[in-house]
């Protein structure tokens, strides 16, 4: 969002958050994660520069969450994550070690239904930004042939699907 020489530029190929929770106090928890995100280059998109690869973003975050149970299998998290966020592009136009860092931010809301009561489904929103951001100098060139903008920090709005595990020990199953 807010990127579009970004969003046509590359292709979405998958989104992993992984992240330890633990609560403090009457619904409020702390945390910190891991983000990783990853891309292919359209490079098709660069002619008559043609331009192969890839790039991968990685982002380590601390959390600060909220969550309220709305009935007796299901819940509600709210978190902001802060943290830091690692670009690594990999293409033919690239410089060796084409890196970039920056600060990473987020904020999500989760809707969760629990299967068990370690084990809870959710649908997922969020918005995340990462202050270094994306221009030609990333890939290796002077200009976007045929564009006339130059880039912009990287946004992302995102809607998934995620799953929840706890460490309770369950009650003994009961039989038939």
């Not at 709305?70 to 943290?83: C, D, I, R, S, V």
């Not at 990473?104 to 959710?122: K, P, Q, T």
Request: with cysteine; aromatic share 16%; hydrophobic share 40%.
């Amino acid at each position: 969002m807010g990127n579009p020489v970004f969003n046509s530029l590359t292709s979405t190929l998958g989104q992993v958050d992984l992240a330890f929770n633990l609560p403090v106090y009457k619904g409020l928890g702390v945390g910190a994660g891991a983000n990783g995100m990853w891309y292919d280059l359209n490079g098709t998109t660069f002619s008559p520069v043609v331009t192969e690869g890839s790039a991968d973003r990685w982002a380590y975050y601390g959390k600060l969450w909220w969550g309220r149970y709305t009935g007796p299998h299901t819940f509600y998290e709210l978190n902001a994550k802060l943290g830091m966020g690692t670009w690594n592009w990999k293409c033919t136009t690239c410089a060796a070690n084409a890196k970039q860092a920056g600060f990473h931010w987020s904020v999500n809301a989760a809707y969760f239904v629990h299967a068990s009561e370690n084990l809870a489904f959710s649908l997922l929103l969020g918005y995340q930004g990462d202050a270094s951001g994306f221009h030609p100098g990333v890939i290796g060139l002077e200009r976007f042939p045929g564009r006339t903008d130059s880039g912009a920090p990287y946004r992302f709005l995102t809607v998934g699907l995620g799953v929840s595990t706890g460490f309770k020990r369950s009650p003994p199953e009961t039989g038939w």
